[in-house]
């Protein structure tokens, strides 16, 4: 675990981006704008936890167009609300190439989804930059148009095994979503402990709506494990932490997505283990962090992880079209990205290649603290 350094305040932070994330569920661009397109649930199950990426992707076109664009040119977005729903992720990235002749994807937020707009992708030859699911089924094989910033669920899932068995606490029970991101997690799950030590005791499903989080706790509590590890997202993290307090008492691990429902939880957050996939916002040490303090506070938003995650995304996604020239195509956008081996993302290296387009495995441990503050 790491040492226990500087603590911030989040509290309502996350809650309040919800106003602040004002894209336009659809949008037609000006002029010879340079179009980027993507498909995220603004609505549906897990809209909340997408509130907070979404704010900081704004941060970061807003910032750009203010400067002039790129070579003169604005980047707008056009995002589609896909409410979670594979079928209509499917349809938004069909329509963002086809009606809107996007150069780039970018922000996908669904395992499924992604994995039903890989072939798509593929057949048009439009690249998606970066996405908000690290499912490691998706980058098993490579793809000519794929690329990722963020670690992947199973750098996440191996870290925090690999903390609890340095903390004795290796009699592990799984709790995942009841769904295709959950279900492909738990096999990741059992090999990281089977691989670093630990011992699997047993494992319950989790509706995404938290429904069965009684169930799932009393499940679990039976199998008398010293630590949870979480996978799950949306409204079901909460049923589940309130529930494990009372049936299970003992620490739960789980990844970033279940970052966004923090203030949600409240003061039921505190103890609760999160894997971080990107750097500290609240650390001013590089350029990037203390341009997107000061864009936080042009646009009175609060400083967060989510935020910070979307902002650089997007800000990623923006230096690559910007070194792309004067000729903005898609092919170009992946050449570009493919020929560059360091690029700093607020503090994080990444690199990539011909044969590389998955650029970290950066994660760290957080621990949230008394009064919604995160300890590292």
């Given at each position: 675990m790491h040492s226990l350094n500087r603590r911030r305040v989040i509290g309502a932070a996350i809650a309040t981006m919800g106003a602040n994330a004002a894209w336009p569920i659809t949008s037609k661009p000006s002029g010879d704008a340079i179009v980027i397109g993507q498909s995220a649930p603004v609505t549906g199950p897990v809209a909340d936890a997408f509130k907070g990426v979404l704010t900081g992707e704004k941060l970061a076109f807003d910032q750009i167009n203010r400067k002039g664009g790129i070579n003169g040119r604005r980047v707008d977005l056009i995002l589609l609300d896909d409410a979670y729903d594979t079928r209509r992720t499917v349809e938004n990235v069909k329509t963002l190439i086809e009606r809107d002749n996007v150069i780039a994807l970018t922000g996908l937020g669904s395992t499924a989804g992604v994995g039903a707009a890989l072939p798509i992708l593929a057949e048009k030859k439009v690249p998606l930059v970066g996405v908000y699911t690290g499912a490691p089924n998706l980058r098993m094989r490579h793809h000519p148009y794929f690329f990722t910033t963020q670690a992947s669920f199973k750098d996440e899932v191996f870290y925090s095994v690999r903390n609890l068995v340095t903390l004795n606490q290796s009699r592990i029970a799984v709790v995942y979503q009841n769904n295709e991101f959950g279900k492909l997690m738990l096999p990741v799950a059992e090999a990281a402990m089977k691989e670093l030590g630990a011992t699997f005791v047993g494992s319950a499903p989790l509706a995404i709506d938290g429904s069965d989080a009684v169930a799932a706790a009393q499940a679990v509590a039976a199998k008398q494990p010293q630590a949870v590890l979480m996978i799950a997202v949306g409204p079901s993290v909460v049923g589940y932490v309130k529930a494990n307090r009372n049936y299970v008492s003992v620490p739960i691990y789980t990844i970033s997505t279940a970052l966004g429902m923090l203030p949600a939880l409240g003061d039921e957050a505190r103890g609760?283990?999160?894997?971080?996939?990107?750097?500290?916002?609240?650390?001013?040490?590089?350029?990037?962090?203390?341009?997107?303090?000061?864009?936080?506070?042009?646009?009175?938003?609060?400083?967060?992880?989510?935020?910070?995650?979307?902002?650089?995304?997007?800000?990623?996604?923006?230096?690559?079209?910007?070194?792309?020239?004067?000729?903005?195509?898609?092919?170009?956008?992946?050449?570009?990205?493919?020929?560059?081996?360091?690029?700093?993302?607020?503090g994080i290296n990444l690199a990539f290649g011909p044969g590389n387009h998955h650029g970290t495995s950066f994660v760290e441990t957080t621990i949230v603290g008394p009064r919604m503050t995160f300890m590292r």
């Open positions: 609760l283990a999160i894997t971080q996939v990107i750097p500290y916002p609240w650390r001013q040490t590089t350029g990037m962090a203390r341009e997107f303090a000061l864009e936080c506070e042009h646009a009175k938003v609060p400083v967060a992880y989510d935020t910070y995650g979307g902002y650089l995304l997007a800000r990623f996604l923006l230096e690559a079209l910007k070194r792309t020239g004067k000729n903005v195509t898609s092919e170009a956008l992946v050449k570009v990205i493919e020929s560059q081996k360091s690029w700093d993302y607020g």
